[in-house]
């Protein structure tokens, strides 16, 4: 079994800052890397970020270079999602997921993800 749990969503305006956590347990831990992904209402899952468990690599989507920052803490077997000069557009359920292979930015490559976190950025 495995299980994410994730943490830390809520309301912030424009420009302000969120930090998302997922908490990892079962199988999970022992997977090669964790991801974020976010889905908006009406829209498809999209990749945001990911990062391996092992040496810390990291991948993100374009959109988020430069505002968000994933990072992971071995110890607590958590991951988390730094989120800076967010826009109404982050909008969105945020879910982490974990994988068994590379850093991909496919749905379909992860094995287990948690339930979601609201992020909510009003303008």
């Known amino acids: 079994q495995a299980q994410l749990v994730e943490s830390g969503g809520g309301l912030v305006q424009a420009g302000g800052s969120l930090r998302l956590s997922c908490a990892a347990s079962g199988r999970a831990v022992s997977m090669f890397s964790m991801g974020w992904f976010r889905q908006a209402p009406g829209k498809e899952r999209e990749f945001v970020a990911a990062i391996s468990w092992s040496v810390g690599a990291t991948r993100y989507a374009d959109f988020v270079k430069g505002r968000f920052t994933i990072s992971r803490d071995k110890a607590k077997n958590t991951i988390y999602l730094q989120m800076n000069s967010l826009k109404p557009e982050d909008t969105a359920v945020y879910y982490c997921?974990?994988?068994?292979?590379?850093?991909?930015?496919?749905?379909?490559?992860?094995?287990?993800w948690g339930q979601g976190a609201q992020v909510t950025v009003s303008s």
């Open positions: 997921a974990a994988a068994r292979f590379s850093l991909s930015t496919t749905p379909g490559d992860y094995d287990y």
